[in-house]
């Protein structure tokens, strides 16, 4: 996979680039560049328990560009605000969402500040959208941030995407009183789109997965697939409902997918009047 030289004069100011970081994880898994030493150890050794990890984590992304296109493409949607946004790469919010419907407007947000620093600086050039720091356990702050509010209009529906985020937010944390929170100050008309973790992969496969994510200080937390529907309490679930985020309105998925031992799941909601 692809990596930057650990070079230490090409090291952001305010990175520790000895400490594995989620988003570099992810970015890693997914052949990125931005991604450093102690994030392909840390990536490297969930592979080695589950080799397939990183056609997760492309089929999670794939579902990501699925959803929005749907939404500005099928469902009128416009604004969308993107939770966990993790470091940019190919075929972001962005330009999925404009290339269906020109004026789309995004606002990205993330609590890392190395992450909305290198977002930052990437889409600085970009018309209507925006990098904010942000944390999800703070959801109205977010919501409340000038720079949300300067570019999204509340009295128009916003989707809220919340992929790959959530499974990051401990049961101490009231994962789903959160997104009751986000969910109460959506005007109608407005969309949630949730993929998430499912607790029935082999155990092996999870720990290591949950020993790798805890290093970067990002402990991984599995849920039920009873428990993530209920992240979408409110919203009226869009077919095919609930599904395996390769095969989430993927007209070209085929029928027998092997399964994966690192499952994430989908769904998108519509807010209900």
Known sequence: MAGQDENPGGIPDGVNAAVPNGARIYDYMLGGKDNYEADRRAADQMIAANPAAPLTAQANRGFLGRAVRHLAADRGIRQFIDIGAGLPTQQNVHQVAQAAAPGSRVVYADYDPVVVAHADALLATTDHVRVIKGDLRRPREILGDPGTRALLDFTEPVAVLLVAILHFIGPDEDP???????RDALPSGSHLVVS????DSPDEVMAAAQRGFRASGAPLTPRTRAEIERFFDGFDLIEPGLADVRTWRADDAPADLPDLPWTMVGAV?????
Do not use: E
């Not at 998430?196 to 607790?199: G, P």
């Open 176 to 182: 789903h009183g959160i997104v009751a929170s986000l």
């Open 196 to 199: 998430h973790t499912v607790s």
């Open 269 to 273: 909601g519509r807010l209900r009047p």
